[in-house]
């Protein structure tokens, strides 16, 4: 959520910035609500007021007196009209509460101008793509694919995007899981298992509500099935002030993940590149203010070391305005060479949210300094999400048996060189 005080006094710089993310908002809308709110407030502190004069004037009367009979009266009629202005101020709070959640984050001024992903900037890449994946064909291509990765019989026992994981194909997931979450521990984030149902509350301080609410699964106790662990990770400290003395404070988190993706079709989503219900591991921070992209570069680095520890080429997008997202301020994307996709895969998303999540969240440290709550910074990738990383290694590494090589890294935790579709 945005600052109002900044939406107040600043509505122009406010637009712009808007505008950078190419997103439709009434922002004179916003400020009417905003007026007609503070006008009410001033209203029921002016009754609030003239009830307390009442108040002392009525001490210093006599009890049954005309004038204190007369002040009586006039107590009532007061408190009744200040209960009625209560009424319309709660009501145009909420009012106001709601369109301020419809406004999105203002991106950082190092976002790059631009409507769509062919306006991202390649920041940065390692590897060749040139120098891997010689044998390489679309994972589900592979003979025996189906044996180890059950796409139809997921799709008979829920529906579409919902695949069985056999053998050894269940075995590299969870070794590409435990690979990243001991990895994630060497740099200093501590792990933790959060629950994977969230409530409206939750989806709202994260972002997700109202912005993804179509692509989010919702049971009949408006619970929400996780899309991301972000969303409970990041609410941990929902409605609490820690120390200045914590920041930062770094955390992790394997669960499924669970999203929509309405609308999704196309060469871009068959087989592992798109799915339902898919395991990802996330890395989140908790930051002071004066070090949110420091921690942002931290961050991103440690996820570019698991992809670079799995020996795969991959690139850094940061993301322009039009192509970033609601809730983000600053965002980069990796993405791996599919080689036998001839495409680049993303695999992690890596943004810094500034204060727009803490606010909603009401996330605050007391500052040394003042001794008074400030905002956090809230900042978060993966680290990393399987399939499509699952997808690379597949491709890349297919030899002319069939078989694939396993990256050297996670031999240890796969227990093999090479996995095999036979």
Known sequence: MLDPKL????????????????????????????????????????????????????????????????????????????????????????????????????????????????????ASTHGDPAQVGALAKPHWEIPGFEKLFDFARGAKVTGAGFPFFIGDGAKLVRALLHFFLEEDGK??????????????????????????????????????????AEVPLTNFFRDEILEESALPVYRCAYTPCFRREAGSYGKDVRGLNRVH???????????????????????????????????????????????????????????????????????????????????????????KETGKPELVHTINGSGLAVPRVLAAILENNLQADGRVKIPAALVPYFGKEYLSFQ
């Open 7 to 122: 939406l107040r006094e600043n509505p122009d710089l406010v637009r712009a910035a808007i505008a950078k993310k190419h997103l439709e908002v009434d922002i004179d809308a916003v400020l009417a609500l905003d007026a007609a709110w503070r006008a009410q407030l001033q209203e029921v502190e002016a009754l609030r007021a003239t009830q307390k004069a009442a108040n002392t004037a009525m001490a210093a009367l006599p009890k049954g007196s005309p004038e204190f009979i007369a002040k009586v009266a006039e107590m009532k009629a007061v408190s009744a009209q200040a209960k009625e202005r209560e009424v319309k101020l709660k009501e145009a709070e909420e009012k106001l509460h709601q369109a301020m959640l419809s406004l999105p984050n203002l991106p950082h001024a190092s976002v790059p101008e631009g409507r769509t992903p062919e306006d991202n900037v390649v």
């Open 277 to 367: 219900q898919f395991d990802k591991v996330e890395l989140l921070k908790w930051v002071h203010p004066a070090t949110s992209y420091d921690e942002l570069d931290k961050l991103r680095i440690d996820a570019e070391q698991l992809l670079r520890k799995l020996e795969l080429p991959y690139r850094v997008l940061l993301m322009c305005g039009g192509d970033m997202g609601f809730a983000q301020a600053k965002k980069y994307d990796l993405e791996v060479w599919g080689a036998g996709q001839k495409r680049w895969l993303e695999v992690s998303s890596c943004s810094n949210f500034e204060a727009f999540q803490a606010r909603r969240a009401q996330i605050r440290f007391r500052s």
């Open 187 to 228: 740099a200093g984030y501590v792990e933790v298992s959060p629950p994977i149902f969230v409530n409206a509350a939750s989806a709202t301080a994260t972002g997700q509500l109202p912005d993804k609410e179509g692509q989010m699964y919702e049971t009949q106790d408006r619970l929400f099935a996780v899309p991301t």
